[in-house]
């Protein structure tokens, strides 16, 4: 058991809606990621959250955005759904450490369908 | 910006054969090494990591890794593998400085037959 917890497991939406995912992370942890995951493909960066604020986005649209709160839990949203966001939305905790030399571990994630 | 590939998309082997999935990465900078797997209706689950020291690598169910700095590799390996190590495995990378992003390959699904 990694710890991180996620919910909810499974999502259906309509397209142009908005959806919120949330995350809680392992104990003593500090760092939240977030990942999408395609069908057939790994992971991609969405941001990261570390003390409540961002520290790092990738190469996804504002229409992405995310919440770290004081307990280190965090949620993503996601506005106007398009059907290309239909995913494995994984998140991820860590314990930020000097040097980077960081491990993630991984929540099971939300499958979100958008139709 | 770095990237990782995967050569072998999927892999079919036998119960007690030997196993190396390839990862290659890009990037001219210090790099931290993962391996990550997903068994089937799991969560990813950590196998092993290098950030630094003895290139070889051993993680948990008998899997070991190898970086090679001057081939930008970090391949995977099991002498012998089991049923149970039917799953997709992901290898990963991050850059020193870079944040801590996860860049992940597209995985490698690995089927066992018995």
């Known amino acids: 058991e990694t710890g991180v917890t996620q919910s909810p497991t499974h999502l259906i939406k309509t397209r142009g809606q908005q959806v919120t995912l949330r995350c809680s992370s392992q104990?003593?942890?500090?760092?939240v990621s977030w990942y999408q995951q395609a069908l057939g493909q790994g992971p991609q960066f969405i941001f990261q959250?570390?003390?409540?604020?961002?520290?790092g986005r990738g190469n996804f649209p504002p229409r992405f955005s995310g919440l770290q709160f004081p307990n280190y839990s965090s949620e993503l949203n996601v506005n106007a759904l398009e059907l290309d966001d239909s995913a494995l939305y994984l998140c991820?905790?860590?314990?930020?450490?000097?040097?980077?030399?960081?491990?993630?571990?991984f929540g099971p994630g939300t499958r979100l369908l958008v139709l | 910006a770095q990237s990782v590939s995967q050569h072998n998309h999927h892999v079919i082997l036998s119960e007690a054969a030997s196993l190396e999935l390839g990862c290659n990465y890009s990037?001219?900078?210090?790099?931290?090494l993962f391996w990550y797997v997903q068994y089937p209706g799991q969560h990813l689950q950590l196998l092993l990591k290098?950030?630094?020291?003895?290139?070889l690598v051993k993680g948990i169910k008998g899997f070991e890794a190898e970086f090679i700095k001057s081939k930008f590799s970090f391949n995977l390996r099991k002498p012998s593998v089991q049923w149970s190590d039917t799953a997709e495995y992901f290898c990963?990378?991050?850059?020193?400085?870079?944040?801590?992003?996860?860049?992940f390959g597209t995985g490698t699904q690995l089927k066992v037959e018995l």
């Open positions: 290098y950030f630094s020291g003895d290139p």
């Open positions: 104990s003593g942890h500090n760092t």
């Open positions: 991820a905790s860590s314990l930020a450490e000097t040097g980077g030399f960081e491990t993630q571990y």
């Open positions: 990963a990378v991050t850059v020193t400085g870079g944040g801590n992003k996860l860049t």
């Open positions: 959250y570390y003390r409540e604020e961002e520290n």
């Open positions: 990037y001219g900078g210090t790099v931290n």
